[in-house]
């Protein structure tokens, strides 16, 4: 396959995933944002919201105070945002229009068909009348998309491009959630000799809060039917912690994510790309083969960053091995 086109593929399914993922993020804070706080504590939770995307730099430069109204438009219509909703979704739909060829014609319509409605809700006030609705719509446009991919096209290169990208956006999209919503918790909660006892304890003074607080991180990764499901107990930090992380049939997980990558790294391999997938499958294996308490011990912010700087070094590895080269 062509360079470019896989480039374009790629990246088609990344903005795709970037798009739900703030989606995400943004309905969940909303509905948590009924709940009672103080004033500080409702600007802390929005620039959290911004920090896991690192747009806070860039919202304070348009912006002097954090509010929610200018929060939601920033990161959904802004044009001069490169990751707003609106910003995703017409660059997801400019690399499908680039490669139209590669693309089953349901794939196509899909992507296009979004962006003319995001063009319509981008023109109303249907966002600031009821954002639940929108966040929701943004949602069931990418689950579309990749239903749509797994069912109509056929099982090549296109395809295996398609979804290396949607996971590799995932697995960068989890951990910042956990980093940034955890360090908020104070990670202190979880040293060795606390864990237990800490971990069942409010990060509030109010249970009820702390409940909602966690049920918040993983309603944000569709994941807070499956904690149910799996731990039949009480939502407790050291739990979603695991199950976000080192939980293989988690389908947003890191390890869940990383195994997706290697997997499909393994069907676009070409002469120049051993050492990239050996890369992957390192970072796949530190997944697998640690525990929970292996990772906490050794400070979760540190452990994330590091995956952090790992992840965006297979993104260069396969920019490098098989797309089009940054500079180009």
């Known amino acids: 396959m062509l360079s ?69 438009d920033f990161m959904v219509r802004d044009p001069s945002n490169s990751s707003s909703i609106a910003s995703c979704l017409k660059q997801a739909r400019e690399n499908a229009r680039a ?34 609705e929108f966040f929701e719509w943004v949602k069931h446009r990418s689950h579309l998309s990749r239903g749509v991919t797994i069912g109509t096209m056929l099982k090549d290169e296109a395809f295996h491009f398609i979804r290396l990208g949607t996971f590799l956006e995932r697995a960068d999209n989890t951990a910042r959630i956990i980093d940034v919503k955890f360090h908020g918790a104070k990670e202190s909660a979880y040293k060795k000799g606390q864990r237990q006892s800490q971990a069942q304890t409010a990060i509030t003074a109010d249970p009820q809060i702390d409940f909602y607080y966690w049920a918040a991180i993983l309603r944000s990764v569709s994941g807070f039917e499956i904690y149910r ?72 912010h540190d452990y994330l960053t590091r995956f952090f700087e790992r992840i965006f070094e297979l993104g260069n590895r396969i920019s490098r091995d098989f797309l089009v080269p940054l500079n180009t």
């Open 99 to 132: 490669v139209r060829g590669a693309l089953t014609t349901e794939a196509w319509e899909i992507q296009n068909a979004t962006w003319i409605k995001m063009q319509g809700y981008l023109q109303t006030n249907a966002l600031e009348q009821n954002p639940a």
């Open 4 to 72: 470019r086109t896989a480039d374009h593929l790629f990246w088609m399914s990344r903005y795709t995933e970037r798009a739900e993922n703030t989606a995400r993020m943004l309905d969940v804070h909303v509905q948590t944002g009924l709940l009672p706080q103080s004033v500080e504590d409702v600007e802390k939770g929005w620039r959290a919201v911004l920090g896991i995307s690192e747009l806070t730099h860039a919202y304070d430069k348009k912006y002097s105070v954090v509010t929610q109204k200018d929060v939601i």
């Open 229 to 300: 499901k799996v731990y039949r107990d009480v939502i407790t930090p050291a739990r979603v912690a695991d199950l976000l992380i080192l939980r293989p049939d988690m389908p947003r997980s890191l390890l869940s994510c990383m195994t997706q990558v290697v997997g499909n790294l393994k069907h676009v391999q070409n002469d120049m790309s051993a050492d990239t997938e050996r890369f992957a499958g390192k970072l796949h294996a530190d997944l697998k083969f640690s525990t929970l308490d292996e990772i906490l011990d050794a400070g979760l």
